[in-house]
Nanobody
Framework: QVQLVESGGGLVQPGGSLRLSCAASGSIFSINSMGWYRQAPGNQRELVAAINSAGSTNYADSVKGRFTISRDNAKITVYLQMNSLKPEDTAVYYC???????????????WGQGTQVTVSS
């Protein structure tokens, strides 16, 4: 099994910054992608940013130029640097790893527990 532990959420004023972290542990053979999703009350969960095994990234249009996803392979950790935060960024943020736990088996999605980000004055 794979466990993901998130940290870094909190309350921040508009225009402020936060950095989220998500560390993985457990049985990991390979990681196809890492990503961050968010879900605001009454909304569906949406992709915020993702990075694949080759290092290519993609972002939701609403966060381009403000958020940056990065990873530390040695620590099996993905980060989300969030700058110029807006009230509409308020949501629960979830990390996601697509992991192959052993050779020759399918990969699966694993999720963090979620961390609340609130942007308010």
């Amino acid at each position: 099994q794979v466990q993901l532990v998130e940290s870094g959420g909190g309350l921040v004023q508009p225009g402020g910054s936060l950095r989220l972290s998500c560390a993985a542990s457990g049985s990991i053979f390979s990681i196809n992608s890492m990503g961050w999703y968010r879900q605001a009350p009454g909304n569906q969960r949406e992709l915020v940013a993702a990075i694949n095994s080759a290092g290519s990234t993609n972002y939701a249009d609403s966060v381009k130029g403000r958020f940056t996803i990065s990873r530390d392979n040695a620590k099996i950790t993905v980060y989300l640097q969030m700058n110029s935060l807006k009230p509409e960024d308020t949501a629960v943020y979830y990390c996601n790893f697509n992991v192959q736990t052993r050779r020759w088996v399918p990969s699966y999605d694993y999720w963090g527990q979620g961390t609340q980000v609130t942007v308010s004055s």
